[in-house]
């Protein structure tokens, strides 16, 4: 038997009374899907946090979906990543993206943990199996990494503290995923890595992200969606289809699922999703 891809959405904390309306309407359509679960991500430094929980609470009390909070370390204690997890396991959430987190400028005390290893580490010495634990990867590696191979090493340290499952960054080139996940398999990394996946619906927007994260836009994809100028309709039509395609290719060899970052938003997903002819599980 044949198991159906795993998908998931990501979303963000919305920071206005409308943009929570907004949300409500993105998740709701997607949950026709019957994804694996909605993950939430957490602000630089844990700015979101409150927010990050408001919403996996509201996921989990009015949905069918699992909720998945993000929880970065940056900027924590232990005391107070003891006190999430104790809330998160009184809302009966069962699944966290555990990372390090990005450092807001002029930071100069990270907190107790310095590393995303560290703070799995911590996770299942208090909580034990309690959490199903999802990890960033990096195919095209982390920007802040000296080379491929420490990156990946950094990656395969996560595995060992006890992460299930990764999620990778957003990628347009489908074979450096799977030269990672080759490299992973020569290491003895075995854990699901499901792509991260970033729909193209504004160039510029696109750009301003991959140029902070240290995904590659190919340089035909960049010479293609500069052509289109301000015509969004014909971004959106050129993202859908290439993304669509790239999306099929990763599934028909071997990758065990979807992770799709919406920005808060379903269309784009919605129809990626209808050209892949999944069916909700």
């Known amino acids: 038997m044949t198991r159906s891809p ?16 907004n949300l409500k309407a993105t998740r709701e359509q997607l949950a026709a899907l019957n994804p694996e679960y909605f993950s939430v991500t957490f602000g630089a430094g ?3 946090r409150e927010h990050t929980l408001e919403i996996v609470r509201e996921i989990q009390a ?7 909070p993000h929880l970065s370390c940056i900027g924590s204690t232990r005391e107070n990543i003891q006190q999430l997890l104790n809330e998160y ?7 966290l993206v555990s990372l390090r ?3 807001p400028e002029g930071m100069q005390d990270t907190g107790e943990f310095h590393y995303a290893n560290e703070l799995i ?11 199903h634990i999802e990890v960033a990867a990096y195919p095209e590696m982390h920007p802040e990494a000296d080379n491929a191979t420490a990156d990946l090493n950094n990656f395969k340290r996560k595995v060992e503290s006890g992460a299930n499952g990764a999620i990778t960054q957003y990628f347009y080139n489908a074979d450096a995923y799977f030269y990672f ?13 499901v792509p991260g996946i970033m729909p193209i619906t504004n160039y510029k927007q696109l750009a301003s992200f991959s140029s902070a994260c240290g995904a590659e836009i190919p340089r035909w994809m960049s010479n293609k969606l500069q052509e289109y100028g301000d015509d969004l309709e014909s971004i959106r039509t050129f993202g859908i289809d290439f993304t669509a395609g790239m999306c099929q290719r990763l599934l028909d060899q071997g990758a065990p699922g979807l992770h799709f970052y919406t920005l808060n938003k379903s269309e784009a997903s919605l129809a990626i999703y209808q050209q892949l002819n999944l069916t909700p599980v």
């Open 46 to 48: 844990g700015s979101t």
């Open 181 to 193: 996940i080759d490299a992973c398999q020569k290491l003895g990394i075995n854990i699901p890595i």
């Open 6 to 21: 795993s998908i998931s959405f990501e979303f963000f904390p919305p920071k206005t009374d409308k943009g929570r309306e």
């Open 101 to 103: 987190g990005d450092i």
């Open 121 to 131: 580490s911590f996770i299942r010495e208090t909580t034990g199996d309690q959490f």
């Open 89 to 95: 396991q009184s809302a009966g959430i069962h699944r």
């Open 62 to 68: 009015e949905s069918r979906v699992d909720a998945a």
